[in-house]
C-alpha cells in the first residue's frame, strides 16, 4: 500500500511529463513513418509471432546476467580470486547487450498505456536507463584498473535495476498490462440464447451479452459469426471496431485486427488470439458456446 501510493506520486511528477510526451511522439512517430514495415517490425516487437508478449522474455536476460556479476563481485572481493571479476565484467557486459532489444521491446509495448500505467511504464524505462549508465560506467572503470568503484557502481545499478523490475511486475500484476483481457475462463461452455435471430443486420457488428460475456456477433448470408468483444489486447470494445470485406475486424483502440472465423491474429499488438463462439439458431434465438475450451 505505501509502496503503491509511493509509486503513484513518483508517476505523478510534473517533470516526467515533458519526457513522457517527448517519447510517446517519438515511439509512435517511428513505427507509423515506416508505413507496412513498422507495422510489421512493431508486430515482432510486441511478441505477436511468439504469442507471447516478448519484453518480459528479454528482461530475464539483463537481470540474470547482472545478478550473476552481483555474486561474482561478491565472492571476487572475499576470495580474492581474480578470475570471478573477469565473469562479473563479462555478466556486465551480456546484461549491457541484452539491455538494448529489452528497452526496445519495452517501448513498443508502453505506448499503449495510458493513465497511472503510462506513467509507471515511464518510471521503469527511465530507471532501466539510469541502471544501464551505471553499469556501463562500471565496465569503463573496471577496465581502467578501479575495480573498487567499479563495484559500487555496478552494486547501485543492481539496486535500480531491482526497484525498476518491481515497477514492471506493478505494471503487470496491478495494472493488467500485457495479460490477456480475453480470459475465457467465465465465458458459457453450454449453448446460451443472446439475440432473436431476426434482429442480426446482415454485415453489422452488434454485441450482445453471453451469460456476463460480450460477444460480437456478425451475420454474412446464413452463417452467424461471434467473437469475444473484449479485445485480449488491452480490452478494446471490437463491436466498435472496423468491420472489413474478409470477415475480419480491427480493434479502434490499437489496431488490432482479428480473423471471425478462428480469431486468430492478423496484425497486432495483441499477442493472444481472440475467443471464438460457436453459433446456432434454434426457436428463433442466436445461441452461442464458447469454441475452444482451454485444453
Ligand atoms: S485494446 Fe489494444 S488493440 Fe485492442
Known sequence: MVMDRGIDRLGRQAWLK????VLQRAVSGVFRSAGPAGARAKDVLNGVWLGHPLHPAL?????????????????????????LGAGADAAIGIGLAAAVPTAVTGLADWQYLVGRPHRTGLVHGLLNVGAVALYGASLALRRAGARGAGQLLASLGYGTVLFSAYLGGDLVYRDLANVNHA??????????????????????????????????????????????ATCSHLGGPLHEGELHPDNTVTCPWHGSTFAFDDGHIVTGPATIEQPVFETRIKDGQIEVRLARPPA
Open 59 to 83: 528482461s530475464d536476460v539483463p537481470l540474470g546476467a547482472w545478478t550473476a556479476a552481483a555474486v561474482m563481485d561478491v565472492l571476487a572481493a572475499s576470495s580474492g580470486r581474480e578470475e
Open 18 to 21: 515533458p519526457i513522457d510526451e
Open 183 to 228: 480470459n475465457t475462463a467465465a465465458m458459457p461452455r453450454q449453448f446460451t440464447p443472446v439475440l432473436a435471430a431476426s434482429e442480426l443486420v446482415e454485415g453489422r457488428l452488434t454485441r450482445v451479452d453471453a451469460r456476463g460475456t460480450p460477444v460480437v456477433l456478425l451475420r454474412r448470408g446464413e452463417r452467424v459469426y461471434a467473437l469475444a
